[in-house]
């Protein structure tokens, strides 16, 4: 599949508790031209784009993660830490 439009540089930041899922998510976005941050869950999310030095354009969570965190959870955490409208 071919993006109509060019991401390039665009920063994707993709939650998932399923490391089969991180793969082919991130595999695709990197395929569209998408800078990929992956994570397991709200935690590791929030360390790998501490390094970035920058906020997600973009954020494609699970809603069931481990440790009984949510989704909606892990969202309403980024957007908390970072201005993400």
Same mark, same amino acid.
Not at 58 to 69: A, E
């Given at each position: 599949m071919k993006a109509s439009?060019? /991401?390039? %540089?665009? $920063?994707?930041?993709?939650?998932?508790?399923?490391? @089969?899922v991180l793969d082919a998510t991130s595999g695709l976005l990197r395929s569209w031209g998408f800078r990929v941050v992956t994570a397991?869950? /709200?935690? %590791?999310? $929030?360390?790998?784009?501490?390094g970035t030095g920058? @906020?997600?354009?973009?954020?494609?969570?699970?809603?069931?993660?481990?440790?009984?965190?949510?989704?909606v959870d892990a969202i309403a955490g980024l957007r908390g830490a970072f201005e993400i409208p």
């Amino acid at each position: 599949m071919k993006a109509s439009r060019n /991401f390039t %540089g665009k $920063l994707v930041v993709v939650i998932d508790d399923d490391d @089969r899922v991180l793969d082919a998510t991130s595999g695709l976005l990197r395929s569209w031209g998408f800078r990929v941050v992956t994570a397991l869950d /709200f935690d %590791g999310a $929030l360390r790998q784009l501490a390094g970035t030095g920058r @906020r997600p354009d973009l954020i494609v969570c699970d809603y069931r993660l481990s440790k009984g965190q949510t989704g909606v959870d892990a969202i309403a955490g980024l957007r908390g830490a970072f201005e993400i409208p």
